[in-house]
């Protein structure tokens, strides 16, 4: 090989474009493919294997038909066009994994030509692997490229790589239709290309080289340039067709014609630059809301001298601040760039323009909350005792910290402290004052000011919410973050000078006075916010609709946990906003019963802004996280509790909402081999392969794969594999990985429209989307991904996870919900639960075969013309009940549990039908926690004392007293029935009880006051747990071995 040295002329030099037109393709070698059939087999050194889309391999393959593929059995097929989604005639099974820098349908290797003239394409290879002194220079060489070219990848030591080149080489069509004879007026349009596989056994790349391309095809082929995952995991295309034949002239690395891209995982990047087809690629891809992170950029090329920014956001409103291209020498191909302090989260959109202006390249960001990042990099706020705190209004010191780690290793670099405060008119950051009048050494790691030497003009005291920031001067000294930043802040410390000036010492009750008349005028959004479930185990349940409040929950280890709640066991927030983008809490008692508002300053509050953010119509996403909330929720309760004592003022514009008008959800599931519990409680066993219809209604779709199990295969029984589930703009698909797939960092594969999305790290544990939004379930502990929780706009909730290599799906749909399909229908009968696709009829003869072929195969996914599937891909059924069989005895072991019992004789595995008991306990304990609750709701006597707090039937409850005045009136009530109806109950005798009009309070009743804090995190999934109702107010602790959290694991 070192005599192909001439080849690289120019490679070693420094400058990027200094030999930009020396020669494209690496040395092509001497082996030379001589066959058609079977393709040529490339087998990787025994210690060495080579990820490609998820999966490992251990051989190659060449093809004359343009790719290198990782399975014998790949073959061009004229009728086939890959697309992100593929047609569904294609089967997975039939579906090969291969590399395509020109996926075309080549002419034979050593044919013979019209006039006998043989062919002279040829395809040659050749292997560089580490350790070989002929070939260090050029795999050094190799991965000089692709670390100069992918974004995120600095270094890059490659141990093998395989070099294959197809020279001169033509198509069938010229062959065989144009009869070419590569004689003057017939010649054979050839092309020349060249595709590298290169690896280090972890990572992988593939760098496609195109010299001449000269075949042409007209725009309907199915010539395409590409990477095909196999066996239905999707395609992920190149380059774009229509600009192939200019291939050569595009310029995207080092080379004119040269493409580099990054292969191990799903996701395929895109590496170099002036990609044609205008991909910005960002590592990493994710960042909290308050930015500060840098961020790797590919896209088009750098040129120095020029400047170039991000703009995030539908609106583009928001821009970082120029990209740093200094310190990447004369290296085009990469920037860092400064992800800027943003109001939304989600999937926002990110844009870069070049050539002024004339190009534009984008792409998604992942944007979080600020709390589900490690404490590191968060600028740490430090609560020194008296006088110290941060939400001390009279606070005469203050004192912040930072981890130096993640914002440079340079000992000399210097940063500036100062605040930014946020605008809820403009909803905008604004920078309100520098905090260090000088530089500070990053390695200083602390700073401590007095409020009292800030001095905060009018304009200052307009802000109520901040951040402090501390930010590096040196961008390009940068490791993780420029710019660090806290979690937002009252601003109290800030205005207070200002405040005493101009309210006098009193301030926070005269703003709390001005609040409460503002907030007065506009109180609709009230009226649609969605009831608290009436007790703890119906807000556990209802996944789809609540979920746990990161502040205060029974799964935290936090010491600071229900810190403002001292008296609630778990709290919940609705996870979707109303259209005022207003959101609800509630919070419960050890006993599980609802805390009001009207009972304690420790009760259950509605947000004016939503927690989480405004669910938004124009964006990926939230807008107006946490900072929305902060100004219209949080600082009120400042003004009004903790600084002074107007809480009731704070309580009378945030009430309860009553759970009388709160309706429980309905579940379904599917578990074990193939068993269905339906959301009427009929029980049956899917015997056959295939896709089916689980549940159909106008708002959300769910398809389900059912098929033998590929871990064992020799099950007379099928296993859940695939789900598909359609909720308005967004698909999703979730499915199993395979026994060959690469299991080490996750078991579940998951797609949100077309795109695989990752949920291993911490903060990427929850993400929102359109009209979904998807969370990680498991224990925070684990990152293997087994466990996807997906909740839609309409309150519906649907949990896929793997356990002992198989599938369980839980679906939780909201009241008023119509469906039909595999789950049935909820109208609380459950005969007609079984009534075949297209008929008004139930089955009726129910054995195992019959239920298969007449009710299930209804449902199956057909090939109809104008239908379209959701999982690609479809495995189409076929009415076969060689699967379909009635146990001949019951196991005892099983409890007389039918799906215990099947899974038993259909694998003979004890283990795995004990594992399908514990679902079916599963099933019938979130039934009877899903129960509704007959209650009265709270019992009206404002500012009273109660004896007890539960509002449900049967119970008394007796008023002992006034925090405000004195009590007038019949002191016992009992909540009794008035009819079957479950409102049909109401307090005895009619409540005429009162506190007497008293300005005397008494304060030793007043408790620190319940309201959602700024500090966040990001939520996961509540552990669902077997709880049930108990008159002992003694906090009860979760039963173990009953959850639906991985199906299940505790958090």
């Not at 090989?1 to 070698?29: D, K």
């Not at 399975?71 to 004229?78: F, K, L, N, P």
């Not at 990001?1018 to 107010?1033: E, F, P, Q």
Request: aromatic share 10%.
């Amino acid at each position: 090989m070192a005599a192909h040295h001439q080849h690289f002329t120019g490679l070693l030099c420094i400058s990027l474009f200094c030999a930009i037109q020396s020669e494209v393709l690496f040395p092509q070698g001497t082996n030379e493919v001589r066959v058609n059939f079977p393709l040529t087999k490339v087998t990787l050194p025994e210690d060495l294997i080579f990820p490609y889309f998820g999966q490992k391999y251990k051989s190659l393959y060449i093809s004359r038909d343009g790719f290198v593929s990782f399975s014998e059995h790949a073959r061009y097929v004229t009728s086939r066009k890959f697309t992100e989604r593929d047609e569904k005639k294609i089967n997975a099974a039939e579906d090969y994994p291969f590399v395509a820098p020109f996926y075309y349908g080549g002419a034979d290797l050593g044919s013979t030509l019209e006039g006998n003239k043989p062919y002279q394409g040829k395809i040659f290879y050749e292997i560089l692997q580490k350790g070989n002194a002929n070939v260090k220079q050029e795999l050094e060489e190799i991965g000089r490229n692709v670390a100069s070219s992918i974004a995120g990848v600095s270094t890059f030591d490659p141990i093998y790589a395989l070099v294959v080149t197809w020279q001169t080489v033509t198509d069938q069509y010229n062959t065989g239709i144009l009869k070419c004879t590569d004689t003057p007026g017939r010649m054979c349009q050839d092309n020349t290309f060249q595709a590298v596989l290169v690896t280090n056994g972890m990572q992988s790349f593939a760098i496609f080289n195109y010299r001449e391309m000269n075949i042409k095809f007209p725009s309907s082929t199915n010539y395409q340039a590409g990477f095909n995952g196999g066996y239905g995991k999707g395609w992920s295309p190149a380059i774009d067709i229509g600009k192939m034949k200019n291939i050569t002239q595009f310029q995207a690395s080092d080379r004119t014609g040269r493409f580099i891209y990054q292969i191990n995982e799903e996701r395929i990047l895109t590496g170099g630059c002036d990609n044609p087809d205008g991909i910005l690629e960002v590592v990493p891809d994710f960042d909290s809301m308050l930015g500060g992170r840098m961020v790797e950029v590919t896209g088009p090329c750098f040129k120095g001298g020029m400047s170039y920014t991000l703009t995030f956001g539908s609106s583009r409103k928001v821009q970082s601040q120029g990209c740093i291209t200094e310190d990447y020498g004369n290296n085009a191909m990469k920037v860092q760039c400064e992800v800027p302090v943003l109001t939304e989260t989600g999937q926002v959109p990110v844009f870069m323009r070049a050539n002024n202006g004339q190009l534009e390249y984008k792409t998604t960001l992942t944007i979080v909350m600020p709390d589900v990042l490690p404490s590191e990099d968060r600028v740490q706020l430090v609560n020194q005792g008296q006088g110290s705190r941060w939400n001390d209004a009279s606070a005469s010191s203050l004192y912040l910290q930072w981890d130096p780690r993640v914002i440079s290793n340079h000992s000399n670099a210097k940063v500036s402290v100062s605040l930014l405060g946020y605008s809820e008119e403009r909803k905008s950051w604004d920078p309100i004052k520098p905090l260090s009048r000088n530089p500070i050494t990053v390695n200083a790691r602390q700073f401590q000011f007095k409020p009292d030497d800030i001095d905060c003009d009018e304009r200052c005291q307009s802000y109520e919410i901040g951040v402090i920031e501390v930010k590096l001067e040196d961008p390009r000294m940068a490791i993780k973050y420029r710019t660090l930043r806290s979690r937002p802040t009252t601003l109290a410390w800030l205005v207070n000078k200002g405040m005493v000036a101009k309210y006098g010492n009193s301030w926070p009750s005269e703003k709390c006075k001005e609040w409460h008349h503002k907030d007065m005028q506009n109180k609709a959004w009230l009226n649609y916010l969605p009831a608290c479930p009436c007790n703890l185990q119906q807000a556990l349940v209802d996944f789809g609709r609540w979920q746990k409040d990161p502040g205060c929950n029974m799964f935290s280890k936090s010491q600071d946990n229900c810190v403002f709640h001292t008296i609630a066991t778990h709290c919940v927030r609705s996870v979707n906003s109303n259209t005022y983008g207003a959101g609800n809490q509630c919070c419960y008692r050890d006993d599980g019963t609802l805390i009001y508002s009207a009972d304690s300053y420790q009760g259950s509050t509605p947000d004016r802004g939503h927690a989480w953010g405004a669910d938004s119509p124009s964006s990926m996403g939230r807008v107006d996280a946490v900072v929305s909330h902060g100004v219209h929720d949080v600082v009120p309760y400042y003004y009004c509790c903790l600084w002074s004592n107007d809480c009731d003022k704070y309580m009378d514009l945030r009430p309860t909402q009553q759970c009388t008008d709160y309706s429980s959800p309905k579940q379904a599931m599917v578990y074990g081999q193939g068993n269905v519990r339906t959301l009427d409680n009929e029980d049956y066993y899917v015997c056959g392969e295939g896709d089916f219809i689980l549940l159909q209604s106008s708002p959300v779709t769910i398809e389900g794969r059912f098929q033998r199990s590929p871990f064992n295969p020799n099950y007379n029984s099928t296993i859940l594999t695939d789900v598909g589930i359609r909720a308005g703009n967004d698909i999703i698909e979730i499915k199993m990985k395979g026994p060959n797939a690469d299991r080490s960092k996750r078991v579940l594969e998951v797609l949100v429209n077309g795109k695989y999305q990752f949920f291993d790290n911490g903060p990427l544990r929850w993400k929102d989307f359109s009209d979904t939004t998807l969370v990680n379930s498991d224990d925070v502990s684990n990152t293997m991904e087994s466990n996807i929780t997906v909740i839609t706009k309409d309150g519906v909730g649907i949990q896929v996870a793997e356990k002992d290599q198989r599938l369980s799906l839980l679906v939780m749909i909201p009241p008023k919900f119509s469906s039909v399909g595999l789950l049935g229908k909820w109208n609380n009968n459950t005969y007609d639960d079984l009534t075949p696709r297209g008929d008004n009829y139930p089955l009726l003869d129910r054995t195992p075969q019959k239920i298969y072929s007449h009710f299930v195969y209804s449902w199956a996914v057909t090939k109809e013309e104008g239908t379209r599937t959701i999982v690609p891909f479809p495995v189409y059924a076929t009415n076969k009940t060689d699967m379909c069989s009635t146990p001949q005895q019951q196991t005892p072991s099983c409890n007389g549990d039918k799906a215990c019992n099947n899974d038993y004789w259909t694998t003979k595995n004890m283990t795995l039908a004990y594992d399908t008991l514990r679902m079916s306990s599963l099933y019938q304990s979130i039934q009877q926690d899903r129960q509704p609750e007959r209650s009265c709701g709270l019992l009206k006597v404002p500012q009273s004392i109660k004896s007890t707090y539960n509002y449900s039937l049967g119970n008394t409850v007796t008023l002992t007293g006034c925090r405000r005045g004195t009590l007038e009136g019949t002191k016992e009530y009992t909540c009794v029935a008035m009819g079957e109806d479950l409102n049909g109950q109401a307090w005895s005798p009619e409540v005429s009880a009162s506190c007497g009009d008293s300005d005397k309070v008494n304060l030793a009743l007043i408790i620190v006051p319940v309201v959602a804090v700024v500090v966040l995190i990001a939520i996961v999934v509540a552990v669902i747990l077997k709880r049930r109702k108990s008159k002992s107010t003694k906090k009860k602790e979760p039963v173990k071995d009953i959850q639906y959290s991985t199906v299940a694991q505790k958090e």
